[in-house]
């Protein structure tokens, strides 16, 4: 599918400030640079935002199956109520990001009632697949398990990801179905990185794509998948656009801008949940690059695209009623 060239106006005036917050780190030249960057990034967006009265934020530490601890930060509203939970995975690339990067979706779904749960799983190339996905796993099977004592609904869930968060969210979906965790409610998937194949060199053919380039995307999935990598026996759990059934997973909810390196991935992936009957609420989001919702939020089109995402969580929960 051949790129747009439209930009939305207050979407590229924002591309010049989120240059400058991460500078000209290569992160496939170093990617600790990047990461610090990254990182810095996050914390000049995670400063923007104002807790509200009624919500508490904590942390809560699972450990896992091998004896390291799973992080996940916390907010709920501040009462006696049985919660519904809301599962939050962050991105970057699979090598970069931190759970705080979810704090606006976990205040929000906070906002609507839920115990909402951003996760710190391990980052490759220092954990490679199936560790990052296996941490998510782990740490929403240890809100279950605990659903008593953290005075949750384990009949309730939502699980939800951004960018490589959002493939991971959707590897997740995969394991939960075929391990039977539960049955979430749905599934937030928001410009999901799904699909192992899309690697191929920029060119004047194939233009380069804005904030996450083809090299940069070549080289998280190299990371991520290590030795599996350009291999034909990648799982669909590390790589949802190869899963062959569908058939099962929850209602989904899928934005993402027509600028987005994955848009042609995602539009393969809503095709074929909708075919297995599942669901799917499919948005092509006009001159919006990779990340427009979090690197710009105050554009129009960004307060658009995440309120409709509260709609669709809103959603699921009065339909569980």
Request: charged share 20%; aromatic share 8%.
């Amino acid at each position: 599918m051949a790129a747009s060239r439209y930009i939305d106006p207050e979407l590229e005036k924002g591309l010049a400030l989120m240059r400058e917050l991460m500078g000209d780190n290569d992160l496939t030249q170093d990617l600790a640079a990047a990461r610090q960057a990254g990182n810095a990034r996050d914390a000049a967006l995670v400063a923007k935002l104002t807790l509200p009265d009624g919500i508490a934020q904590s942390l809560e530490t699972a450990k896992s199956a091998d004896g390291h601890d799973i992080e996940m930060r916390i907010m709920q509203p501040d009462n006696a109520d049985k919660k519904p939970v809301f599962f939050w995975i962050h991105g970057g690339g699979y090598i970069l990001g931190q759970a705080k990067q979810g704090d606006m979706f976990t205040l929000h779904a906070a906002e609507r009632g839920c115990y909402a749960a951003s996760v710190e799983y391990r980052l490759a190339p220092e954990t490679a697949y199936p560790g990052p996905l296996e941490d998510c796993y782990e740490g929403l099977k240890y809100l279950i398990d605990n659903a008593e004592a953290l005075n949750i609904d384990p009949s309730k869930v939502i699980i939800g990801g951004v960018s490589a968060g959002g493939g991971l969210c959707a590897g997740l979906a995969l394991l939960i179905r075929d391990r039977g965790l539960c049955t979430p409610l749905g599934q937030v998937l928001i410009y999901p990185m799904i699909d192992d194949t899309n690697i191929a060199p920029a060119s004047d053919a194939l233009p380069d794509t804005l904030v996450w380039s083809r090299a940069y995307n070549k080289f998280g999935w190299q990371s991520y998948l290590g030795d599996l990598f350009g291999s034909e026996d990648v799982p669909a759990y590390a790589a949802p656009a190869r899963a062959d059934n569908v058939a099962g997973l929850p209602p989904t909810y899928m934005p993402v801008g027509d600028l987005d390196l994955f848009l042609d991935e995602n539009i393969v992936y809503a095709q074929k949940l909708t075919r297995a009957g599942v669901p799917t609420h499919f948005h092509i989001v006009p001159g919006a690059f990779h990340g427009f919702n979090g690197f710009v939020a105050d554009a129009a089109i960004s307060r658009a695209i995440n309120a409709e995402t509260v709609e669709f969580i809103a959603k699921l929960l009065s339909e569980a009623e």
